[in-house]
């Protein structure tokens, strides 16, 4: 096996990952400055605010369509044309309808990255590395959310403006993304199942395994003769289980509140009693955190396995969410407590869901239905990190932070018990074999 190879293509595709990464968390640092800028109502603020998760959710639902009828090598390139476009316009707007109407591009590009990506990732991965590989996509992100709080803290101090080059800086990496997608090659299973072009797909599959890929090649050939008509229909019995899967396993990763957290992290540290720039240094902390232990997860993952990480986050996530809360109802949060709490949350978060939701769902579904079954796993990501981001403000201020944070940790008790008692361990198992992990047939 080419492992060197691999790696590269995933590499490259995975920076469609810290784009996502970056667009998400980049908002944070500029959304009072918009808000000063334009002098926006409370309403307006939330809908800028909210405009590129919107997004996210709308290229989500429609991420599927172009994988399959594309091919995820051009739905890449699209990805990176609009996270370019979106980084010029926001940085540019001079009006607060265009600001936001290139915010919501961005969030499409998202929004597609997240389906395509992975898939492209776990297609083109050996069983016994693909949880490392299709990582990188998750480590990518949580690197652009770094990157994105630090590049927030740096150009922050540039005067009234700088908001303009906080969101405008993401254009450079957005075109180093798309030409950088030009050298990789094309799915090789999407050339199989969807354009019936063999030859190239074992060009391809040959370059990945010199000494199997003519098997492997007759393996995904097979699989395809041997699945049901009815199967090509994400919404069939066949597919009853791993659909299941993918909704509840993206519903639990919201309501963990990590959005809550990543978008309001500088505010939550106010809540607490931060100043403003203890508040920005202790979210770039929040950042450093969740790549560290997304680093660490990638490389215990195809180990120790998905279904063991989720045990450990769940158990970490209970425990440092009820700090937390506790923390509030007692008025314990001077000097960095809740900072620590959070960080503690974080790195459960990144050492579990964080690593595992794109790698889990991009593996679960058949081939005929992986892009509709990751975009279906995405789109009920983003419309839960929609929900999540819009209540959290309203639930700090009704609820108070111990309330807020006590509803997420026992989420994460409901998390513990759908990891118990039905989700399946993954690592190790080719894609064309993982309904027999289900016993599908």
């Known amino acids: 096996m080419n492992n060197n190879t691999v790696l590269a293509w995933s590499f490259v595709v995975a920076l469609g990952g810290f784009l996502f990464g970056f667009d998400t968390a980049v908002i944070s640092g500029a959304e009072k400055a918009v808000q000063s800028f334009w002098n926006l109502t409370e309403f307006q ?141 094309e799915s090789p299973r999407w050339l199989l199942l969807h354009k019936g ?35 090509s229909k994400l919404f069939s019995k066949e597919n009853r289980i791993p659909v299941l899967l993918a909704i509840l396993f993206a519903v639990f990763n919201q309501v963990s509140g990590i959005n809550a957290i990543i978008y309001y992290a500088p505010r939550v540290f106010e809540m607490a009693g931060l100043g403003e720039q203890s508040s920005l240094l202790s979210t770039v902390g929040i950042g450093l955190v969740n790549f560290i232990f997304t680093l660490i997860a990638i490389n215990f993952i195809d180990r120790v396995g998905r279904r063991k990480l989720m045990l450990i986050g769940s158990l970490g996530l209970i425990a440092s969410l009820s700090l937390v809360s506790y923390a509030f109802f007692s008025g314990h949060t001077e000097g960095m407590t809740v900072t620590l709490y959070l960080m503690l949350y974080i790195a459960f978060f990144a050492f579990s869901q964080g690593a595992v939701i794109w790698v ?31 209540s959290f403000p309203a639930l700090t201020e009704w609820l108070g932070g111990g309330y807020t944070f006590l509803i997420f940790a026992g989420f994460m008790v409901l998390q513990l018990i759908f990891v118990l008692r039905m989700m399946p361990e993954t690592k190790g198992t080719s894609l064309e074999n993982m309904g027999k992990t289900f016993n599908l047939h």
Not at 52 to 72: M, Q
Not at 108 to 125: D, F, L, M, N
Not at 136 to 164: D, H, K
Not at 363 to 377: D, S, W
């Open 360 to 390: 889990f769902i991009s593996e679960i579904f058949p081939n005929n239905v992986r892009a509709k079954g990751q975009t279906l796993g995405s789109l009920t990501h983003w419309v839960m990190a929609a929900i999540i981001t819009f």
């Open 45 to 185: 603020h939330g809908l800028t605010m909210a405009i590129a998760l919107i997004g996210t959710v709308v290229g989500a639902a429609l991420g599927a369509f172009p994988s399959d009828k594309l091919g995820r090598k051009n739905t890449l390139f699209f990805v990176a044309a609009l996270y370019f476009f979106s980084a010029i316009g926001t940085a540019l707007a001079q009006d607060w309808t265009v600001f936001i109407i290139f915010r919501f591009l961005g969030g499409i590009g998202v929004g597609i990255s997240s389906v395509t990506a992975p898939i492209y990732i776990s297609e083109i991965s050996p069983a016994g590395s693909r949880g490392k590989l299709v990582g990188l996509f998750q480590f990518n992100v949580v690197l652009g959310i770094l990157v994105a709080y630090l590049s927030n803290y740096f150009i922050g101090q540039g005067g009234e403006e700088s908001w303009r080059w906080m969101l405008g800086v993401q254009a450079f990496p957005s075109l180093l993304f798309f030409l950088l997608i030009s050298l990789v090659p």
């Open 197 to 231: 072009n063999v030859e190239q797909a074992k060009q391809i599959m040959k370059k990945i395994n010199s000494e199997t890929y003519q098997a492997d090649v007759q393996q995904i050939l097979n699989s395809n003769t041997q699945t049901d008509t009815n199967d």
